[in-house]
Nanobody, 129 residues
Framework: QVTLVESGGGSALAGESLRLSCKLS???????????MGWFRQAPGKEREGVAA???????KAHDSVKGRFTVSLDNAKNTLFLPMDKLEPEDTGRYYC????????????????????WGQGAQVTVSS
């Protein structure tokens, strides 16, 4: 059984920093081709969108709106995904969800919510101007 537990987040002023972590328990690499973990966020009244992701073989992806501010990384040994968030903007406000699945299932669709089977409960990030 795969479980994901997020930690971190909270409230910050614009320009400040926060950090999210997500611990994976269980085996998401169900096909032997590796696994991917990603961050999604959902603002009130908006659809959930992909923020950043990391593949177990080293490749990372990020939404254009967070490039240069958020740096996703995956510690394979600890099965933990990190997201340090710098230069936060009010538009970054939302509930951040961690997701995971096998590379064989997700492929290049790292920002597609329908591509992932496993989800955490989410962590709130609120940025005030």
């Amino acid at each position: 059984q795969v479980t994901l537990v997020e930690s971190g987040g909270g409230s910050a002023l614009a320009g400040e920093s926060l950090r999210l972590s997500c611990k994976l328990s269980g085996n998401a690499d169900t096909d032997g081709a590796g696994y991917i973990m990603g961050w999604f966020r959902q603002a009130p009244g908006k659809e959930r969108e992909g923020v950043a992701a990391a593949y177990s073989f080293g490749e990372t992806k990020a939404h254009d709106s967070v490039k240069g501010r958020f740096t996703v990384s995956l510690d394979n040994a600890k099965n933990t995904l990190f997201l340090p968030m710098d230069k936060l903007e009010p538009e970054d406000t939302g509930r951040y969800y961690c997701a995971a699945d096998s590379v064989a299932k997700v492929g290049p669709a790292w920002s597609n919510t329908n591509a992932f089977r496993y989800w955490g409960q989410g962590a709130q990030v609120t940025v005030s101007s």
